[in-house]
C-alpha cells in the first residue's frame, strides 16, 4: 500500500462521486426507490441502523467497496483475526477480536480468545460476589489517561449499589 489514500484512483473516483452528489435531494432519492429504507437499513439484535437517509446509492456502495479492495481491507481483516501483529506502532497483534468470539484466536501458538474467556468468567465470579457481598460502598477511579469510557461505565453499573463519585 504504498499509495498514499488521497493518491490512488478508487478515491478520486469516490472525490468525483461526492461532487456529483451535492444537488442530490433525499426526497428524490426516496422517490426514485420506493424500496430505499428496506435497503439502507439494518436490524441485529433488537438495534436499527438507519442508513437510507444518507447520501448513498448502489454506486456509492460500488466505489467504496472498491476502495477497499485496493487498499486491501478483506486481507486487513484476516491478519487481524489471526492474531497477526498488525499494530505496527506497537509492534502487536489487536486482540480485541479474541474478546468477541467463540472461534480460535492464535498468537504464537496460543489460543488467546480462550484465555480472554477465562478471563471473562474470572471478572463475572469477582464482580457477582461484590454484588453479593454488599460490602464495597466506594469506588475510586484513578485515570491513566486513554479513554475514559469504561471507567465511567463501571461507576454507572455500579450506581445502584453504591454512591457514585465522577
Do not use: K
Not at 20 to 33: G, P, S, V
Not at 36 to 50: K, P, Y
Not at 78 to 89: A, D, K, P
Amino acid at each position: 500500500m504504498g499509495t498514499p489514500l488521497n493518491a490512488c484512483a478508487d478515491w478520486q473516483a469516490l472525490i468525483a462521486h461526492q461532487r456529483a452528489a451535492a444537488n442530490w435531494r433525499l426526497e428524490a432519492l426516496f422517490a426514485a426507490d420506493a424500496r430505499r429504507f428496506e435497503q439502507r437499513s439494518l436490524r441485529l439484535d433488537g438495534l436499527l441502523a438507519d442508513y437510507s437517509r444518507h447520501f448513498i446509492t448502489e454506486e456509492t456502495l460500488a466505489l467504496l467497496l472498491a476502495l477497499a479492495r485496493a487498499r486491501e481491507v478483506p486481507a486487513w481483516i484476516t491478519r487481524l483475526f489471526s492474531g497477526e501483529r498488525i499494530n505496527h506502532t506497537e509492534d502487536r497483534a489487536a486482540l480485541h477480536t479474541a474478546m468477541r468470539t467463540d472461534q480460535p484466536v492464535m498468537l504464537d501458538g496460543r489460543d488467546v480468545a480462550a484465555d480472554a474467556r477465562a478471563e471473562l468468567q474470572r471478572m463475572t465470579a469477582f464482580a457477582d460476589g461484590v454484588r453479593a457481598s454488599g460490602t464495597i460502598t466506594d469506588v475510586v477511579n484513578i485515570g491513566i489517561g486513554g479513554s475514559y469510557l469504561g471507567p465511567q461505565l463501571a461507576c454507572a453499573a455500579l450506581r445502584e449499589i453504591g454512591r457514585a463519585h465522577v
